[in-house]
């Protein structure tokens, strides 16, 4: 069984502009998680989507964060303009659902990203 | 709201030595609790899982235990390697909503010493 995808996995962008990274679940998978991870700090949860709605955005900063997930399966997430704090590893996560029995995450290998 | 530390930060030790990570909520009402492995470069794995229900789940050399009422779960590595190195993070699903959202600590950094 496939992973969870992620690309790219590395990207430095200078302060002020503009970044997308990408996810593709795994199949049959109808919830997606995004998370942030500062160096020396655990994840933490930017967006949850069950299929194509958005669950879960309260930590999301929307004035310069985006998140969207067309047609309940890839997942991409948009920083614009970019900060040099919003340098992080960016970690996308899916599982088959949100019940109890459901519930097992499943993460990618991340996206590092260095502003500068 | 719910707030997960992880005590030590780091932690170096000799190959063949048994140790314990240390984990600790501030909110007893959670779903369950999780423990991941997090190696350089690569995403979370995860290691194991205890229900709220449970006091405790076995994989291999690893243990987790659960004591909600304290709000505290450890993870005991026995006979650690070398490769066990890595970044262990837990985590809890809590009672507040019903989204699966997690809640990590800030993990610990584990160092084994050939």
């Known amino acids: 069984e496939a992973g969870v995808a992620q690309s790219p996995r590395y990207k ?3 302060k002020r502009q503009s970044v997308a990274f990408w996810c ?3 199949s049959g998978h109808a919830t997606l998680y995004w998370y942030q991870q500062i160096l020396g700090q655990g994840p933490k949860l930017l967006i949850q989507f069950q299929n194509n709605g958005v669950v879960d955005d309260s930590q ?15 997942s991409t997430l948009k920083i614009q303009p970019a900060k040099l704090e919003d340098s992080a590893v960016y970690l996308c996560a899916s599982s088959l659902g949100m019940s109890r029995e459901a519930d097992t995450q499943y993460f990618g290998p991340g996206t590092r990203l260095t502003v500068l | 709201k719910q707030e997960v530390t992880q005590i030590p930060a780091a932690l170096s ?23 991941f492995r997090q ?6 794995t995860s290691l194991l899982l205890i229900q709220s229900s449970q006091r405790e789940q076995t994989s291999g050399r690893l243990n987790a235990s659960l004591d909600k009422s304290s709000g505290r779960s450890t993870l005991y590595i026995a006979a ?3 490769g066990d190195s890595a970044t262990y993070l837990c985590a809890v699903r809590d009672l507040s909503g019903n989204t699966g959202k997690l809640i990590f600590g800030q993990g610990t950094t584990l160092q084994v010493k050939p």
């Open chain 1, 12 to 14: 430095i962008i200078e």
């Open chain 1, 24 to 26: 593709n679940p795994i």
């Open chain 1, 60 to 74: 999301l900063p929307k004035d310069r964060f985006s998140a969207e997930r067309l047609k309940g399966v890839d």
């Open chain 2, 13 to 35: 030790v000799p190959e063949g030595e048994n140790l314990v990570l240390n984990c600790s909520f501030t909110d007893s009402a959670i779903y369950n609790l999780q423990w």
């Open chain 2, 39 to 44: 190696d350089p470069g690569k995403g979370l």
């Open chain 2, 80 to 82: 650690s390697q070398p």
